[in-house]
């Protein structure tokens, strides 16, 4: 169960609370994020839940059966929405775009890919400065100093960064210049990275593992706002099966089933999800269809010349056509 305290609530009435549930053979965790304070109660023995509801101090409990319990949508109301600023949110209802390259290459493409975002309506610029990459010789990113000199031409423009952390030491340092903090499929489960983006007050974008399952997803999800941020958003990027044709199997299956079973918003990746440039479009309207929140796409200038995944990355004129169509896809899709 979940039982959100009051605002006021006393020690006096969180220890007899506890005591309560103790005595009812449940276990108890207590969760405090930027929003509110949370008691979780674990256990097998069906209760009365009016009866912890009438606790002073308790606010409001909800019943709820789900392992992940708090990034579940059995006891929210109302689906969560992300605020970067006024008119830039993240949740059901509105349509997300985030595109940019895979890597942060220089100060020119940087400029350029900003114009090209800017001139189109994107609020939203993805790109990495540190890379997890399969080779140990392929490039691996500009680090922080490529984050700064991106987050000032970002800020000038009026657009927001997300950029993929790898390791619990780099939040620190990246804080200061990312909007939100993106968790890549090879670190969804790196449960020390999930814990700290938990004390952080920045939105974080968590992939799906490579061959991760649903509930492994929403449990990673947990971990994050179990500690204490509730500015989570889940993304489908595609998932290893037996299949070579492309790069991986783009679950579009997982963004309909997700959208029922978390409150939390659901972004597509399709530019990873397919692995392949000519069909990123199709399947990026696809997943719209399906219910996604937004879309994330890899876009360069010149892909041919991308220091990494120019195979996926769409040309500006390619991302130009799709953000239209994709947007045109949203409304058809909200006037059902």
Same mark, same amino acid.
């Given at each position: 169960?979940?039982? !959100?305290?009051? !605002?006021?609530?006393?020690?006096?009435?969180?220890?007899?609370?506890? &005591?309560?549930?103790?005595?009812? !053979?449940?276990?108890?965790?207590?969760?405090?994020?930027?929003?509110? *304070?949370?008691?979780?109660?674990?256990?097998?023995? &069906?209760?009365?839940?009016?009866?912890?509801?009438?606790?002073?101090?308790?606010?409001?409990?909800?019943?709820?059966? *789900?392992?992940?319990?708090?990034?579940?949508?059995?006891?929210?109301?109302?689906?969560?929405?992300?605020?970067?600023?006024?008119?830039?949110?993240?949740?059901?209802?509105?349509?997300?775009?985030?595109?940019?390259?895979?890597?942060?290459?220089?100060?020119?493409?940087?400029?350029?890919? +900003?114009?090209?975002?800017? $001139?189109?309506?994107?609020?939203?610029?993805? =790109?990495?400065?540190?890379?997890?990459?399969?080779?140990?010789?392929?490039?691996?990113?500009?680090?922080?100093? =490529?984050?700064?000199?991106?987050?000032?031409?970002?800020?000038?423009?009026?657009?927001?960064?997300?950029? %993929?952390?790898?390791? #619990?030491?780099?939040?620190? /340092?990246?804080? *200061?210049?990312?909007?939100?903090? !993106? #968790?890549?499929?090879?670190?969804?489960?790196?449960?020390?990275?999930?814990?700290?983006?938990?004390?952080?007050?920045?939105?974080?974008?968590?992939?799906?593992?490579?061959?991760?399952?649903?509930?492994?997803?929403?449990?990673?999800? %947990?971990?994050?706002?179990?500690?204490?941020?509730?500015?989570?958003?889940?993304?489908?990027?595609?998932?290893?099966?037996? %299949?070579?044709?492309?790069?991986?199997?783009?679950?579009?299956?997982?963004? $309909?089933?997700?959208?029922?079973?978390?409150?939390?918003? #659901?972004?597509? /990746?399709?530019?990873?999800?397919?692995? @392949?440039?000519?069909?990123?479009?199709?399947?990026?309207?696809? $997943?719209?269809?399906?219910?996604?929140?937004? #879309? +994330?796409?890899?876009?360069?200038?010149?892909? &041919?010349?991308?220091?990494?995944?120019?195979?996926?990355?769409?040309?500006?004129?390619?991302?130009?056509?799709?953000?239209?169509? @994709?947007?045109?896809?949203?409304?058809?899709? %909200?006037?059902?």
């Amino acid at each position: 169960m979940i039982i !959100q305290l009051d !605002q006021n609530i006393t020690g006096a009435q969180l220890k007899k609370l506890k &005591e309560r549930l103790k005595e009812l !053979q449940y276990k108890t965790t207590q969760v405090s994020t930027q929003y509110a *304070d949370y008691v979780i109660g674990v256990g097998k023995k &069906e209760i009365d839940i009016r009866s912890i509801g009438t606790l002073p101090g308790v606010r409001d409990i909800h019943r709820v059966s *789900d392992d992940y319990k708090l990034v579940s949508k059995k006891w929210r109301v109302e689906d969560t929405i992300i605020k970067l600023e006024e008119d830039i949110e993240i949740g059901t209802g509105r349509f997300a775009l985030m595109a940019g390259p895979c890597s942060i290459e220089s100060e020119e493409q940087v400029e350029k890919t +900003i114009a090209h975002l800017a $001139a189109n309506g994107v609020r939203i610029m993805r =790109g990495g400065v540190y890379k997890p990459r399969s080779s140990p010789y392929s490039f691996r990113g500009l680090g922080i100093e =490529g984050l700064k000199l991106w987050h000032e031409k970002a800020r000038a423009a009026g657009i927001r960064i997300i950029t %993929e952390v790898m390791m #619990v030491e780099q939040i620190e /340092d990246m804080a *200061d210049y990312v909007d939100i903090f !993106q #968790v890549g499929a090879r670190n969804s489960q790196n449960f020390n990275l999930l814990d700290a983006l938990g004390e952080v007050d920045k939105p974080v974008l968590l992939k799906r593992g490579i061959s991760g399952t649903i509930d492994e997803l929403l449990q990673a999800a %947990e971990y994050i706002f179990s500690n204490g941020n509730e500015r989570i958003m889940l993304c489908e990027r595609g998932i290893r099966t037996y %299949e070579t044709a492309y790069r991986n199997t783009m679950d579009i299956n997982a963004i $309909a089933l997700l959208k029922e079973k978390t409150h939390l918003p #659901v972004i597509a /990746d399709p530019s990873h999800g397919i692995g @392949l440039r000519r069909y990123v479009s199709p399947v990026a309207l696809a $997943a719209v269809m399906a219910g996604a929140d937004g #879309v +994330i796409l890899e876009v360069h200038e010149q892909p &041919e010349k991308a220091f990494s995944d120019g195979q996926q990355t769409l040309s500006f004129p390619e991302a130009e056509v799709l953000y239209k169509r @994709l947007r045109q896809a949203f409304e058809l899709r %909200e006037a059902f």
